[in-house]
């Protein structure tokens, strides 16, 4: 058996048998990446499949971890037309075209042999094939995340999907942007065959070969669940199919409240091309994706995706991090449950929980199990490993157990003397190099750290809730602490998965700042007469996951009011509530947690409707009609302008960190980019104006900070 290589920059053609293996392999990059220059030497390759007789089979693979991992995003930058953006499109369309054609017109089956991940492009060019072969690698993934960008798949995504998979299938991954692992990529009929890694080449050339000569062109795999059934009947009639599209129309519209664009084009895309043929559908792929990529969506989305990477590649600190192996957890409650949970299952560290009674070790190691028990159930590890991560945790009611920690991790009630006391026993039974972080929500570090002997070792570690799925962790630095003790914050917070912000000391740092004033604004509203529902409804039509009365009531009225004393003291009025408002934590509601709240809540604790009874409660008048834009503007600038002061105070770092930190931490609507950038795209002066007005209105508490009207008069943005 004789093989030869054919070698180019970034490809190289190896024959086995009259088998091209095709293998990409993007020269100086770690990941092969869709952009001209691995497009330049695909087209020379595909003129050699179709040109060289002795070639009668292709498989295509990669030399890389992953097969191809779709448009270099930065490419996407340098699309700053719409012509443009068609004009490239097209020639990833032709380029694909031809590849597809080897199969139909010139008879030559071609495979797709994939290992590690396959998606946007990458997937794309594996779908122009006539098979696509996946590895059981955990890494294997496949999928269409453009929608994600903002942008839509337009490499034919949205026309050949949907004839592989199936129209409602096809819809569910394009809309979603999910990607999805080999096994559910087999259930779809994405994948034909799963095999080990290291057959893989092998595997797919035998397949390639034996396909030779056989009718290619495959339909969809028929599901025969009775769900499967039914789904092939509404595709396969005109009738069915308008209703499908309807249903995912409005589905999707319930999700995005209209605010994402690009799920809906896509949604659209998919339907000429099913209703009107493939011509039709790959120019309105095109056409779309040109006007979605200029779209200020599309642009805000892809400065979050950046400034997460920027932000997950950042040192912060020029100092080594202790290598954490014992973390110490004090108080087990509902953050500390959490906190353990992702530091021993996907930090992989020994945690001893110390809690005020057995009881509260019992709950704490119940709420590890829970998280444990929901990734076996979902296949993200093993049984064996889901018991390896439980023998990790111990608890304890006194301090045995606790010498040798590197990091103690304080989750106890919201208490500065409660606090302080811990930091002393904790101090007692530890050595120099342990780093204490608290997970306060509000209470400066520094306050924290007073009567401490060792402050250079406190830091605040600021989690969300629930920990064990919210992407952000907030680092808290004093100007005391020292530099290993940051490091070794920062280290471990993303050994524990998650993105990591850096900000200095202040009551409230940067994240619960500024939800300070945006919770009060809403209160004067309620106070003027808004109705509950308006306000929530018009702040989530704004793009927050959650309205601020819900939040509020998620949160805890008691501890909202716990944190607002603290604000109060910090920073004056406009941080406190109006009058009426101020008695909501007499009249004994306390949220979610009581059943008692601005919603009320049946005895399963599920929200129903806004607890009419509230209004009497606060002894607020009766409720009038208010514009949603006066809300939304009254609130979000409220929210704003807070963040802006947090940067002009070196609270915040960079605008980069405020934008990361309200999108990760606090759901900022990501089509906005983040504050700071929403600053940008409106435009500082118009903010500066708008702030001005509401200042004459409503008083001082909306005066600008100093660093927004410096940004109006200069023009210059926040985010470069
Ligand atoms: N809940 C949130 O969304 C959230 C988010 C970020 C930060 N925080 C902060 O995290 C901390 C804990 O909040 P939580 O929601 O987990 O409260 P929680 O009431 O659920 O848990 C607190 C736990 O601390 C235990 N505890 C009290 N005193 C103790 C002591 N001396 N030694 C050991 N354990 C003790 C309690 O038994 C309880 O289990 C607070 O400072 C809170 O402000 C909360």
Redesign the pocket.
């Known amino acids: 058996m004789t093989t030869t290589t054919t070698t180019l920059t970034h490809f190289s053609i190896r024959m086995d048998r009259h088998t091209a293996v095709v293998t990409m392999d993007l020269q100086g990059e770690a990941m092969n990446t869709l952009g001209p220059r691995l497009i330049d030497d695909f087209e020379t390759v595909l003129t050699r499949l179709e040109t060289d007789p002795d070639i009668r089979a292709v498989v295509i693979t990669s030399a890389k971890r992953d097969f191809l991992v779709g448009a270099d995003i930065r490419f996407l930058d340098q699309l700053t037309t719409t012509s443009a953006a068609e004009e490239a499109i097209k020639t990833t369309h032709e380029l694909f075209a031809r590849l597809e054609r080897i199969r139909t017109r010139l008879g030559k089956p071609v495979v797709a042999a994939i290992d590690g991940n396959a998606l946007g492009g990458g997937l794309e060019l594996a779908l122009a094939c006539s098979m696509r072969i996946a590895t059981d690698s955990p890494r294997t993934q496949l999928g269409q995340p453009e929608t994600q960008l903002g942008v839509i798949p337009a490499g034919g995504g949205t026309q050949r999907l949907p004839k592989v998979i199936g129209i409602a299938n096809a819809l569910d991954m394009i809309l979603a942007g999910k990607n999805v692992r080999v096994k559910k990529a087999k259930a779809l009929g994405l994948v034909d065959e799963i095999v080990p890694t290291e057959m893989l080449t092998e595997i797919a050339v035998d397949r390639a070969r034996k396909a030779v000569g056989s009718v290619d062109g495959k339909s969809p795999g028929l599901d025969l669940s009775p769900s499967g059934l039914q789904k092939a009947a509404l595709e396969t009639n005109p009738i069915g199919r308008s209703i499908l599209f309807k249903q995912a129309r409005q589905k999707l519209l319930t999700q995005t409240k209209g605010n994402y664009p690009a799920p809906e084009r896509a949604l659209e895309a998919i339907r000429i091309g099913v209703e009107e043929g493939p011509d039709a559908g790959y120019a309105a792929e095109a056409r779309f994706f040109g006007e979605l990529v200029v779209s200020p969506e599309s642009a805000a989305l892809r400065s979050i995706f950046f400034g997460q990477r920027s932000v997950d590649h950042e040192t912060w600190v020029d100092a080594e991090p202790i290598d954490v192996k014992r973390v110490a957890m ?8 959490g906190i353990s949970a992702v530091s021993a299952l996907k930090a992989g560290a020994q945690v001893r929980i ?4 057995h009881a ?1 070790v019992g ?2 190691l119940a709420y590890v199990r829970n998280v444990v028990d929901t990734g076996v159930k979902r296949r993200h590890m093993r049984p064996f490993e889901g018991e390896k991560v439980m023998l990790a945790v111990s608890g304890s009611v006194d301090w045995t157990g606790f010498a040798d920690t590197d990091l103690v991790i ?6 500065l003397d ?2 302080r ?2 930091i002393a026993e904790v101090e007692a039974v530890t050595g120099d190099r342990t780093v204490f972080a ?6 400066p570090i520094t306050s924290i750290a007073e009567g401490a002997s060792r402050p250079e070792a406190i830091l605040g570690m ?4 629930p920990v064990e799925k919210m992407p952000l962790l907030e680092v808290i630095v004093t100007e005391q602490t020292a530099d290993w003790a940051l490091a070794t914050a920062v280290a471990f917070g993303k050994r524990q998965g998650k993105t990591v912000i850096v900000v200095n000391d202040g009551p409230g740092f940067y994240t ?1 700042r500024v939800l300070g004033p945006y919770g009060v604004e809403a209160f004067h509203l309620l106070a003027e007469g808004a109705t509950v529902e308006a306000i929530d409804a018009a702040i989530e039509q704004w793009g927050m996951p959650v309205g601020p009365m819900r939040l509020a009531d998620e ?2 009225l008691d ?1 909202q009011a716990k ?1 607002g004393r603290i604000m109060i003291d910090a920073f004056g009025d406009r941080m406190a509530a109006p009058d009426g408002i101020a008695g909501l934590e007499a009249s004994g509601r306390k949220g979610r947690k009581n059943g008692r709240g601005f919603y009320s809540y049946d005895a399963g604790g599920e929200r129903g409707g806004v607890d009419e009874t509230v209004y009497a409660d606060l002894g607020l008048g009766p409720r009038h009609e208010f514009d949603a834009q006066e809300i939304q503007e009254r609130i979000t600038l409220a929210f704003v302008n807070e963040a802006a002061r947090c940067l002009e105070e070196g609270v915040l770092r960079s605008a980069r960190d405020g934008d990361i930190g309200a999108v990760f931490g606090l759901g900022f609507p990501p089509f906005r980019g983040g504050p700071f950038f929403w600053v940008d795209q409106v435009g500082a002066a118009e903010i500066v104006a708008r702030l001005d007005r509401l200042r004459d209105t409503h008083g001082s508490r909306f005066e600008a900070a100093q660093i927004l009207r410096t940004h109006a008069e200069s023009g210059e943005p926040f985010r470069s």
């Open positions: 004090i108080g087990g409650g509902l953050m500390g449950g110390k809690e005020v009674d509260g709950r704490a304080e989750a106890v009630f919201e208490s409660l606090k006391s811990i608290s997970n306060t929500s509000s209470l600021h989690y969300f809730s619960s949160v805890g501890v944190i």
